[in-house]
T-cell receptor, first 114, second 111 residues
């Protein structure tokens, strides 16, 4: 089966610009998660979708971040306007509903804001 | 904050067993222990998880102490490709999977 894919793998933008990250979860996985690691820090939870609904967005840092999952398939994470402190690696993960199944992660998008 | 404590780094000779310790002294009865690893430039990869019994899969073994306050991940025959950062995480069963990550253990396998 195809794994979780993220696009782009790298993005370099200037402060104040907008960037949209995309995540394609494993087919059939209703649960989709966004995590990020900013420079020198631990990986932090951002939010969780169940199908198209936001189940938990308590980790979203501020209202410059907008996540969507229209149709319950792929998800996008938009940062607008980007700030220097948004630089880091953004990971997407998915898992099926039910049980204690583990998360499957993508390889992340490395975002650099200059 | 992470509920686990791990040594920051460890070395292991190729072909030997790598034993990675984790302290989770405040673990609750309904919390599982999960292990993930992150190989450079890749996303985190699931390894194994357990509640109170020892577990084994094709990648590793997980030994949890009887009081559940600590555990050890064992890679039986480490290879150079096992060089990675290993994360020990506790998680409530059926929670929203808001995993709380620590700094992990940087495991270096040496030839």
């Amino acid at each position: 089966e195809a794994g979780v894919t993220q696009f782009p793998s790298h993005s370099v933008i200037e402060k104040g610009q907008t960037v949209t990250l995309r995540c394609d979860p494993i087919s059939g996985h209703d649960n989709l998660y966004w995590y990020r690691r900013v420079m020198g820090k631990e990986i932090k939870f951002l939010l969780h979708f169940v199908k198209e609904s936001k189940q938990d967005e308590s980790g979203m840092p501020n209202n410059r971040f907008l996540a969507e999952r229209t149709g319950g398939t792929y998800s996008t994470l938009k940062v607008q306007p980007a700030e220097l402190e948004d630089s880091g690696v953004y990971f997407c993960a998915s898992r099926p509903t039910g049980g204690n199944s583990p998360l499957h992660f993508g390889n992340g998008t490395r975002l650099t804001v200059t | 904050d992470a509920k686990t404590t791990q040594p920051p780094s460890m070395d292991c000779a190729e072909g030997r067993a790598a034993n990675l310790p984790c302290n989770h002294s405040t673990i609750s009865g309904n919390e599982y222990v999960y292990w993930y690893r992150q190989i450079h430039s890749q996303g985190p990869q699931y390894i194994i998880h357990g509640l109170k019994n020892n577990e084994t899969n094709e990648m590793a073994s997980l030994i949890i102490t009887e009081d559940r306050k600590s555990s050890t991940l064992i890679l039986p025959h480490a290879t150079l490709r096992d060089t990675a950062v290993y994360y020990c995480i506790v998680r409530v069963y059926n929670s929203n999977y808001q995993l709380i990550w620590g700094a992990g253990t940087k495991l270096i396998i040496k030839p």
